[in-house]
């Protein structure tokens, strides 16, 4: 798999992302006393987005524990009255032309309330867990009484930065192709083709906050309350195979404001995966016919943010573009579902190759994507903590780095 030379090149790339991590990308707001885990110099600040981030990290390296509750509290103390909370929080010693708390989006690509239960597992902080668990049912009813407007059981996309894919042809035709109208998540979208949208990415999210939702009543003691949300998390299942499926494409697709599929093969497929949505058989299908296809997903570099089988696929994109570049987020997000489904020689293939080229390249450090054809960074996003946080995470995997 490496050399010799090539390991100890590794570990000292690795030694570097450790000392960037720690030393540049921990850090306190201007005007805060407690480190939160920043994104990059590019995103000053933290990305309910990236919100997998401090606790992935904090798995690897207990002793940054406290970063993680840290970054995770920042959101629920942030969260509005309405029990939304901000899509990102900017760091004023980095950046003063972006709004310090944005609301303009839900941008949510993994389960903030799964994630606050993941870090009570390896914290067993009994206190941060009731608080949470206050939070993300109030962020769990700011979905259903501003997110629903069709009364169909699902959350519902008012503008394209809600999936958090910048550059996707999933947002043709939109007019809220970013932020949603008025900078406020919680306004409909009037006038829009599109939107409102069922997503099944944004759906397989509210799916996984209210699984964890019955996990932390569980744990409460709250078995009514629990019962409650495991119900809730099967009837979205249930509504997403029977609005969002398309059995014989075996893919879950976008569906508009007027009920038609719009039928963009997207890596927002793998956000179903993360949550555990499918049993085996269903995620067997989906995985052979499209993220093992060399002619859609499985690309030299997977995964691509769009199959190369789609129209939209948009080779040699500018940077930032989930039209195209594999993208280090997805890469992460893959810890969450790969293993799981079997599917852990596929995953070691993939890591392989994002070390190799983040090791070698002499473009760029460690950004936010890579070509999926040639395996070139784009510009995008230098130190980007995505990459950073998968590169450590293969470097031990693949037995090249010992873990603590």
Request: contains cysteine; proline residues 4%; charged residues 25%.
């Amino acid at each position: 798999m490496f050399t010799d030379v090539e390991k100890n090149k590794i570990k000292e790339r690795y030694g570097e992302v450790l000392k960037r991590i720690t030393e540049h990308h921990i850090s306190c707001f201007k005007g805060h006393s407690k480190p939160v885990f920043l994104i990059s110099d590019t995103y000053p600040g933290i990305w309910l987005e990236h919100a997998y981030d401090p606790v992935f990290f904090a798995k690897m390296y207990p002793e940054y524990m406290n970063v993680a509750k840290n970054s995770l509290e920042f959101f629920i103390d942030n969260q509005k009255e309405t029990g939304q909370l901000p899509c990102y929080l900017i760091d004023r010693n980095r950046n003063l032309s972006m709004p310090e708390y944005g609301y303009s989006q839900i941008q949510e690509c993994v389960s903030f309330t799964r994630l606050c239960y993941e870090y009570y597992q390896i914290s067993k902080d009994s206190e941060f867990l009731k608080k949470a668990y206050d939070s993300c049912s109030r962020w769990q009813k700011w979905y259903e009484n501003y997110r629903m407007p069709g009364k169909k059981g699902l959350v519902e996309t008012f503008c394209g930065h809600d999936t958090g894919h910048d550059g996707s042809g999933r947002k043709d035709g939109m007019v809220y192709y970013a932020a949603a109208k008025d900078n406020d998540a919680s306004v409909y979208p009037e006038n829009d083709p599109v939107l409102p949208m069922i997503s099944p990415d944004v759906n397989a999210v509210y799916y996984g906050t209210l699984s964890a939702l019955g996990e932390m009543a569980d744990e409460l003691g709250r078995k009514a309350d629990a019962d409650k949300w495991r119900a809730m998390a099967e009837q979205v299942k249930e509504k997403m195979l029977e609005i969002c499926y398309d059995a014989e494409d075996k893919f879950f697709y976008d569906v508009d404001k007027n009920g038609r599929a719009r039928k963009y093969l997207s890596i927002s497929i793998t956000n179903v995966f993360s949550e555990h949505l499918l049993d085996q058989a269903m995620f067997d299908e989906i995985y052979e016919k499209h993220m093992r296809n060399e002619d859609e997903f499985r690309t030299p570099y997977p995964f691509p943010s769009m199959s190369k089988a789609d129209p939209t696929f948009k080779q040699n994109a500018d940077g930032n573009s989930w039209g195209f570049y594999s993208q280090a987020l997805t890469v992460l997000r893959c810890t969450r579902w790969m293993d799981y489904y079997g599917k852990s020689r596929d995953f070691d293939e993939v890591l392989e190759k994002w070390v190799r080229q983040w090791t070698f390249t002499d473009k760029l450090n460690f950004g936010q994507e890579l070509n999926p054809i040639t395996g070139e960074p784009s510009v995008c996003s230098q130190w980007y903590s995505s990459c950073m946080l998968i590169y450590m995470y293969a470097a031990r995997r693949l037995g090249i780095v010992e873990s603590n």
